[in-house]
């Protein structure tokens, strides 16, 4: 099975959740393993793996199985960031926005139309608004998706997001010694550590 399937298969099982347990709540961190044995499997099924929740976030997981194989061949532990109390002007606080440095290799990564936001929303059967707007956030998962599939042989990826990506925007990446840096209009939105 092919990344792009896979990652979509992820996607989706992520809608399948309660989602007005997490409405509000935005992605801080993905990290997604992956085995050869999820590459040449025909078919893989997703559940759900542990649930954990603190006062500031949720943790979920979703793992790929194959039959006849015990351990997950996949693996995505997403890290949701609950929304601030509703009213509670104390908590409130504005994205803090970090400018771009010079990275080695900078290019283009994507940018994402409209309708690329809103059929990967169909697609994955996401019914999250701020993807259905006409000025549409970019769903992390297919950020991750797009990154997952620039590389050859990717066994693991973890994506630490800094501030909301928009359809229309021009995203670039480039290389910082550690990890691949993804920004657009000279600031940050997100980092990608390959392997």
Partial sequence: MNTYDRI???????TDMDASTY????????SYTTTKEAAEA????YEYGDVKEN???YILSILGKVDGVEAP??????TLVKAQAAGDKSTETEIKR??????ENEEPFHTFSKEEVYSFSRETG???????????VVQGMLLVRTAACKQEGLARLDVKFTEPCYAEEELYWGFNG?????????????SFKIK
């Fill in 8 to 14: 979509m298969g992820i996607g989706t099982k992520m």
């Fill in 23 to 30: 409405q509000g709540a935005f992605i801080g961190k993905i």
């Fill in 42 to 45: 025909l078919h893989i099924t």
């Fill in 55 to 57: 006062a500031f976030m």
């Fill in 73 to 78: 061949v996949e693996k995505m532990t997403i």
């Fill in 98 to 103: 970090t400018p771009k440095a010079e990275y």
């Fill in 126 to 136: 996401d019914e999250n608004k701020i993807h259905l707007t006409d000025h549409p």
């Fill in 178 to 190: 550690r990890e691949n840096v993804l920004y657009a209009d000279g600031y940050i939105k997100a």
